[in-house]
């Protein structure tokens, strides 16, 4: 247990493309939390050809969800460590209501408080504009669109120079499957934090410089015990 200190945890979660990713990036500035990203450290380990790697990528290029018997022990394994500057940020997890029911017994063991859960609502036009638009870095994980928020140099990183590259899953077909997925088994997760009273929805087609005031308003204000 982590004694009287307020060890919580933010999840951030919504339809693939929402911006999770996006406004993580500046929550964790703010913050400093532990950051536990399930598709960052399912990519990590397909990069580095690992067995997790190659069992998630047939999964992750289909567009479908990786088994729960797979992704619960890995985010298990990360809360069972201190978080850092109070807490945990999770995005892309947990996408299924036994993820969510595992994550309130391994916060439970932990001594960690669900704090916010927080749902950007985004419309489906958004998502295919967002996700078709997408680039990334493939050495530092920057993220970039080519219209919304494109790098200074077109095609290379700002952060590190390294030329950027479109994901695999960001093929109109696993799009499409992803977004399939996402309203067969994460929809649910809604009505699940719903239930708990910890739901916090915001207009995920907002720019971020304005749903991103939103957000971090919402972590300042969620002290409660
Ligand atoms: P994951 O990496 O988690 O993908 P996702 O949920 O599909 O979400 P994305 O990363 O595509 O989008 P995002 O919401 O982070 O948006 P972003 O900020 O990049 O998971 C990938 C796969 O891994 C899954 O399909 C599954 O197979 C597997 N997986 C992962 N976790 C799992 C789990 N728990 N269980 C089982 N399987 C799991 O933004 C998108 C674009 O829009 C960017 O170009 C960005 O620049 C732009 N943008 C963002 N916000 C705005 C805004 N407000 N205005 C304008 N542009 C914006």
Request: charged share 30%; hydrophobic share 35%; proline share 5%.
């Amino acid at each position: 247990m982590s004694g009287s200190r307020d060890n919580r945890a933010i999840i951030l979660f919504g339809p693939p493309g929402a911006g999770k990713g996006t406004q993580a990036d500046r929550l964790l500035r703010d913050l400093g939390f532990e950051y536990i990203a399930t598709g960052d450290i399912l990519r990590e380990a397909i990069a580095k050809k690992t067995p997790l790697g190659r069992r998630a990528s047939e999964y992750m290029n289909a567009g479908q969800l990786v088994p729960d018997e797979v992704m619960i022990p890995i985010v298990e394994e990360r809360l069972a460590k201190e978080g850092r500057g109070g807490g945990f940020l999770l995005d892309g997890f947990p996408r299924t209501v036994r993820q969510a029911e595992m994550l309130d017994k391994a916060a439970e063991r932990n001594g960690i408080r669900i704090g916010r859960a927080i749902y950007l609502k985004t419309s489906r036009e958004v998502i295919v504009q967002r996700l078709s638009g997408r680039r990334v870095c493939p050495k530092c994980g920057a993220t970039y669109h080519v219209r919304n928020i494109p790098p200074k140099v077109q095609g290379v990183c700002d952060r590190c120079g390294s030329e950027l590259a479109q994901r695999e899953d960001d093929q109109e077909q696993a799009i499409v499957r992803r977004l399939v997925e996402y309203e067969k088994q994460t929809a649910d997760v809604i009505n699940y934090y719903r239930g708990k009273g910890v739901l916090a929805e915001i207009d995920g087609d907002l720019p971020v410089d304005e749903s991103y005031p939103q957000i971090a308003r919402l972590v300042a204000e969620d002290h409660s015990p």
